[in-house]
């Protein structure tokens, strides 16, 4: 199958989005990316702040990759997840270096994918593969329209497919989506894409 994505000189990093429905899709997706995955994974899932969360310990055990939640200053690797902490907004600058916020709700949730997806278009344009995922509301949608206008690459989850269609109607509606794809199949184009499956 060939993608017809724009290919810079290689993506370097994958962002992806969720909210109700959510833990379950970012198990299918990140179970069937390999430990070796040549970029960063940077997750917004929406989680109750008030309870103590999980969710790294959870996605841990089901996929290769490590998994953390992502901290203040931090440097990003390859082949790890880092997950937007309860109630803080995640960014990444230039370079990959993470900075968290906890500025004011954008569409009623904190952490907000439209702002990590904004920050991610600024830091990698063309370079950056932006998935939204299961979830109510409209979350990612202004996103995902970042991440188009600066040439990255755009995954939604097919609406039909997802346990909350919300999220991924609206990212469909901007008309500035790449693949729209049965969950199961999001994680074979990202390899595609990244170079994981070349000869």
């Not at 917004?44 to 790294?56: E, F």
């Not at 188009?148 to 097919?158: A, C, L, M, P």
């Not at 729209?180 to 070349?198: D, F, M, N, S």
Request: glycine share 12%; with cysteine; charged share 20%.
């Amino acid at each position: 199958m060939q993608f017809s994505a724009p290919q810079s000189d290689g993506f370097e990093v994958v962002v992806a989005a969720s909210s109700a429905g959510g833990i379950n899709a970012l198990v299918v997706l990140l179970g069937a990316l390999p430990g070796d995955l040549p970029v960063p994974v940077l997750v917004v899932q929406h989680l109750d702040p008030r309870h103590r969360t999980v969710i790294a310990d959870v996605l841990g055990r089901r996929t290769p990759l490590a998994v953390k939640l992502a901290e203040d200053h931090e440097q990003t690797h390859p082949g790890t997840v880092y997950i937007a902490p309860p109630d803080r907004h995640l960014l990444v600058r230039p370079g990959g270096r993470l900075a968290l916020t906890d500025s004011e709700l954008v569409h009623f949730v904190r952490p907000s994918a439209d702002l990590l997806f904004e920050s991610v278009a600024g830091a990698y344009g063309p370079k950056a593969i932006a998935c939204v995922l299961s979830g109510t509301g409209r979350d990612g949608a202004m996103g995902v329209d970042a991440v188009k206008s600066r040439g990255g690459t755009v995954i939604v989850q097919d609406p039909s497919t997802a346990e909350f269609s919300g999220m991924p109607e609206a990212a469909v509606g901007t008309g500035t989506v790449d693949f729209v794809l049965p969950l199961e199949e999001i994680a074979a184009v990202i390899r595609g894409l990244v170079g994981t499956e070349k000869q």
